[in-house]
């Protein structure tokens, strides 16, 4: 499943808009394949609204609305004939707090699948069992697959979305801070599981952990926040892509003054 | 005791607050009969609840009970007699149980369908405005009284059912009209129900689903109707004994006299004949000429233990799966 | 997914290709298009239905009417058009063809002097409060000539009244036919004929005129057996006393249990919070018990066990427990849970900053209730007041179990009085087969309908005072 051609994703000039107000500014970017690019920035940045941009999850916001382009694959995502259905088979998404579905662990990996069609049980089963293992999760399940997927540990229930996720084979996951509601070991086991799933995928996790995003990623996007006054005392806040580099080079030589703040720890 | 205590703000009231402070130097309890009275009140209020819970059972257990040991009539008898016919001394209750079934199944045909369609489309289709303009609505379908449905029943559709299925299939009083009424005095019950119990299911489980490339309807039926199953169960539970319970659409639409349940005459289970319900019954009976000693009288409160029993076995199983298998979603 | 064996990767499938997963996406777009239509058609049916019922009703309440007649109407105003009669030609009729009668509309209607005094008082004190024809303010009712005893009748019942009294009194209307609304404005000639073949035309006396059921007279006549002369002011009075005496019981002890229920029963005693638990399972088992089970209380605990209360004996009144009062009680304990789980809820969402607030100023508890909570819950409590007496104007099943009266005739006056009330008589006029019940019966539905609008109404608009006065 590795694409075409070195790039994952390409964005050009791509601003994001809520109704009237602008949250993402002009962003553009090339995120490589089978690499770890993170977005890091401080709350508000906009870093979790362009990785949701990436699989038309904002699609799922009345008010959302996008210009420029955004290209995966040689496509463009945002044309009229695109459907969104088809996007988010391609590209994955795990997300901040763990939502396995009130279903018992075998159902909720094996939910993808059957909605494309896949029925016969020993595939299920197969597909299961493997995914499981590329989860890091198999040997503490596979006792009792008919468990509630709820009735695991924080950690254990990101590995099963995680699983959940890899199931229906996309190209891409995305990982909207996966890790903040998890505790130090069950952080640790996910890295690691990135680390082995980026041979198979590309990954683009957000995450406020720069520390984080210095183990795991191969490329970070530092995001920054702009202000500007307007009439009435109030002010218009947006979200620009400030720094782009290989993870070594933007923290230990940023370009910029800010990025430099920002990771020494002045502001967030 | 008495510190000074003085701002400049309180300097005009300073001399009160002293002299109330003087006062209160006690910390300990004071009697307050005051309280206690309104406590007293409250508690009665509170207990009134189950004076009422306790004079419903005493009352139709205790008729009941004159009823059954007249000796005209026993407990076997009672729920296997194929008829009801108290001057030939025939007190079998399944006849009118029967018919509550039949009108109760006609309503929750309409019902549960309908209700559900119209909770899920509230609750995952409609834009705000329209969402905001339509419950309302639904609030009044469910505000109106049973009576006026009744009348529906009778004048509009019944003539339609008898236009549809012709004259001589559809009687003027029949189940068929009466439930399918009732149905649509329910549907607003349940719909609202449901609507909460969809409305509650977390968004990040929606977002799971569409995550992995489901379309909308995969997401409602495969995700949110799942956990959502046991409100919307509850939902239809409360609208089965709603249906039960229901009296005027029946006593103006569904018939007056009961039906038998077997035999050669069996004619209970006909959609388009008329039949009378245990309310109905209940209705057609009291509102005519009653004598308070009469074993006629005394059958009213048995067909109302048995109406109570039924209704109340409902409502615990409905209540019991809302807290049982209230979802948990994290 | 790709398994590594030996170095290379294998790449194994088990998702569909391309070509499949764009056949599979089109159908379950397609199903997905079908449960949309199911769904939106399960909110336009029951649109449909609300719109049928009172498109049903309206079309019952208004329309033309086939009636025979005893006295030929034109015997009795110029051109026999009874109902374009003015009060004059009526109140004319009606002395001509009925003079002592006519002195009793007088007497029942416009009197203010005890029965005995009645003929021998005169009119300025007979008719005091009422508009009296200039000159003949000093003569007694027996002393009036016909003329002036029409302008009496003329100056003070109104048209409705008199029409009522002339068609049920004097004609004997019997109504033959009763069409609906929307034929009598569309179908007007095809219905004129079709009655002259089936009743017969003017020689059978048969006549052919559009009545509104619904009138205001309607709302003020007192009930009668007949259809045509009956009015609900006898039973929208005795809904209004049960609707009254009901919410004065079960108010206070609604919220009385819903402040016990949210600020008391939270203690150090357990048992003290099972008692609480206890009552509220209670109460909401009671919100699913069926009306007419309330009504079978009511018989045999109001009617019959405390008859001697509720019939007003031991005020020296006679009559049975079927009363006002006895209605109201029941009344009162169907609407208690509703009240009481509405007012728990509007308690439940005071914050309890507010609560914190007042203890730390050192308020007794029921001083914090009664100024701080209770008008911060007011909104929320009184939604469920306006919910209980919506539900107390439109019930019917108790009230017949408990004895509503089928024959009555004179407006209550008073908690012990027979009753009757609206939907009980919306039921028993639509049981009877006749056409003109019908009529009557649908014009009820509309008097009760907009009752219960003006009563929610109300509720709408005391719920934004007082949330504009607690923001205020």
Redesign the interface.
């Known amino acids: 499943m590795t694409q075409n051609g070195a790039y994952a994703f390409e964005l050009k000039n791509v601003n994001i808009y809520y109704g009237s107000k602008l949250a993402v500014n002009d962003v553009n970017i090339t995120i490589p394949n089978q690499k770890i690019t993170a977005f890091i920035g401080p709350s508000g940045c906009g870093k979790s609204t362009v990785l949701r941009s990436l699989n038309r999850m904002n699609d799922l916001i009345a008010s959302a609305r996008l210009e420029g382009e955004v290209h995966f694959g040689g496509q463009s995502l945002y044309e009229q004939n695109v459907d969104p259905v088809e996007v988010r088979r391609r590209i994955g998404m795990v997300f901040q707090k763990p939502n396995p579905f009130p279903k018992s662990i075998y159902d909720n990996i094996a939910y993808g699948p059957r909605l494309l069609g896949v029925r016969s049980k020993s595939v299920l089963d197969d597909i299961v069992e493997s995914c499981l293992k590329d989860s890091y999760l198999w040997d503490e399940v596979k006792g009792d697959l008919k468990k509630s997927g709820l009735a695991l540990s924080g950690g254990q229930q990101q590995r099963l979305c995680i699983a959940r996720t890899i199931a229906v084979e996309p190209e891409v996951i995305l990982m909207d801070e996966p890790c903040s509601a998890l505790d130090p070991i069950a952080t640790q086991a996910i890295e690691e599981l990135m680390r082995d799933l980026v041979k198979q995928f590309t990954i683009v996790i957000v995450t406020h952990n720069m520390q984080q995003a210095q183990r795991v990623s191969d490329f970070t996007a530092f995001y920054s926040i702009r202000k500007e006054e307007i009439a009435g005392g109030k002010e218009n806040r947006w979200g620009i892509l400030a720094e782009y580099a290989p993870t070594g080079r933007l923290f230990s030589n940023p370009a910029s003054e800010e990025t430099e703040r920002y990771i020494r720890g002045e502001f967030g | 005791m008495a510190t000074q205590y003085e701002t400049s703000a309180s300097k005009s009231g300073a001399n009160t607050i002293r002299a109330t402070r003087d006062a209160r130097t006690t910390i300990y309890k004071r009697p307050r009969p005051g309280e206690s009275a309104i406590q007293g009140f409250l508690i009665f209020c509170g207990l009134l609840s189950v004076f009422t819970t306790l004079g419903i059972v005493y009352v139709l257990g205790s008729e009941a009970l004159l009823f059954f040991s007249t000796g005209a009539v026993d407990l076997v008898e009672f729920f296997t007699a194929p008829r009801w016919q108290p001057q030939s001394g025939e007190f079998g209750i399944m006849p009118l149980v029967s018919a509550t079934l039949m009108t109760t199944l006609f309503a929750m045909l309409v019902a549960i369908p309908l209700g559900l369609g119209a909770a899920i489309y509230l609750a995952e289709y409609a834009p705000e405005r329209t969402r905001a303009t339509l419950k309302p609505i639904l609030e009044i379908l469910a505000g109106i009284p049973t009576v006026v449905y009744g009348y529906f029943a009778l004048t509009f559709m019944t003539p339609l059912l008898r236009a549809i299925f012709g004259q001589n299939t559809v009687s003027i009083y029949n189940v068929a009209s009466a439930g399918l009424v009732m149905g649509i005095m329910i549907l607003p019950t349940i719909a609202s129900m449901s609507e909460d119990a969809l409305s509650a299911v977390p968004r990040n489980l929606r977002e799971a689903s569409y995550g992995l490339g489901a379309t909308k309807i995969e997401t409602i039926l495969k995700v949110v109707l799942p956990a959502a199953l046991s409100g919307v169960i509850a939902a239809f539970i409360v609208g089965i004994s709603r249906a039960v319970g229901e009296t005027m659409i029946v006593a103006l639409a569904a018939g007056a006299g009961p039906c038998i349940l077997y035999g050669a005459n069996s004619n209970c289970f006909q959609s388009f004949g008329a039949a009378e319900t245990m309310t109905g019954h209940i209705v057609r009976i009291s509102g005519g000429d009653l004598s308070y000693n009469s074993i006629d009288y005394n059958s009213l409160f048995a067909i109302g233990l048995t109406l109570f029993v039924f209704t109340l076995i409902l409502n615990l199983i409905s209540r019991y799966i809302t807290n049982r298998f209230r979802e948990v979603y994290q | ?3 590594v064996i030996d170095g290379e ?1 294998e ?1 194994k ?4 290709d391309e070509a ?3 056949r ?2 089109a159908g ?2 397609t ?2 298009l079908v ?2 239509i ?6 336009v ?3 449909l ?2 719109a ?2 009172f498109l ?2 309206v079309n ?1 309440s208004f329309g033309l009417v086939a009636s025979t007649f005893e006295i030929d109407p034109d015997e009795v105003v110029e051109g026999g058009d009874l109902q374009a009669a003015s009060a004059e030609q009526l109140a004319a009729a009606i002395v001509r063809i009925r003079p002592n009668p006519s002195k009793v509309l007088v007497r029942d209607n416009l009197s203010s002097v005890p029965t005995n005094e009645f003929t021998t008082r005169p009119l300025s004190d007979v008719l005091s409060g009422h508009t009296i024809p200039p000159g003949i303010e000093s003569k007694t009712i027996n002393e009036l000539t016909p003329e002036e005893l029409g302008a009496v009748l003329a100056a003070n019942l109104s048209t409705d009244t008199m029409l009522t009294y002339v068609s049920a009194d004097i004609v004997g209307e019997d109504v033959l036919e009763t069409y609906p609304l929307f034929d009598s404005l569309f179908n007007r000639g095809a219905i004129e004929a079709e009655v002259i073949e089936e009743f017969g035309g003017e020689a059978e006396n048969v006549e052919v005129y559009f009545r509104s059921w619904l009138r205001p007279s309607f709302i003020v006549t007192k009930q009668s057996s007949d259809p045509i002369a009956t009015g609900i002011s006898t039973a929208l009075l005795g809904t209004l006393w049960i609707v009254t005496i009901t919410v004065l019981i079960a108010f ?3 919220v ?2 819903a ?3 949210e600020e ?1 029963s939270v203690s150090k005693n357990p048992w003290a919070e099972r008692f ?1 638990r ?2 509220e399972t ?5 919100a ?10 009511g ?3 109001f009617v ?1 066990a405390l008859s001697a209360i509720t019939s007003g004996a031991f005020l020296g009144l006679d009559g049975n427990g079927r009363t006002i009062l006895s209605a109201s009680l029941t009344m009162a ?1 169907l609407v ?2 509703v009240i ?1 789980i509405n007012a728990q809820e509007a308690i439940r969402a005071v914050p309890s900053s507010i609560r914190e607030a007042s203890y730390g100023l050192g308020a ?3 001083q914090t209730i009664w100024k701080q909570v209770i008008p911060a819950a007011m909104p929320g409590i009184l939604t469920g007041t306006i919910l209980g007496m ?1 539900r107390a ?5 108790p009230l ?2 408990i ?1 509503a009266s ?1 024959a009555i005739f004179t407006d209550p006056n008073g908690p012990f009085s027979s009753f009757t009330a609206l ?1 009980i008589q ?2 028993q006029w ?2 009877r087969p006749q056409p003109e019940f ?1 009529a009557v ?2 014009a009820a ?1 509309i008097v ?2 907009v009752l ?1 609008l003006l009563l ?1 109404a109300t509720a709408i608009f005391l719920r934004q005072y007082f949330r504009r006065q607690l923001q205020g």
């Open positions: 997914m790709a398994t990767p790449i499938t088990f998702m569909p499949a997963f764009k599979g996406l379950r777009k199903r997905g449960w949309q199911f769904f939106i058609a399960s909110i049916i029951a649109l239905a609300l049928a019922l049903n009703v019952s206070p002890i609604g009385g249990a402040i016990y229920l008391y609480a206890v009552i209670n109460i909401r088992n009671l699913g018990v069926p009306s007419i089970i309330y009504g079978l209380l018989l045999a605990i019959r304990l208690l849970p009481i007794t508890r029921w919506s104007i439109g019930e019917t099943a017949v179990v004895g089928t939907p919306i039921y639509t049981a019908r019966a649908a539905i009760l309908l219960l929610n």
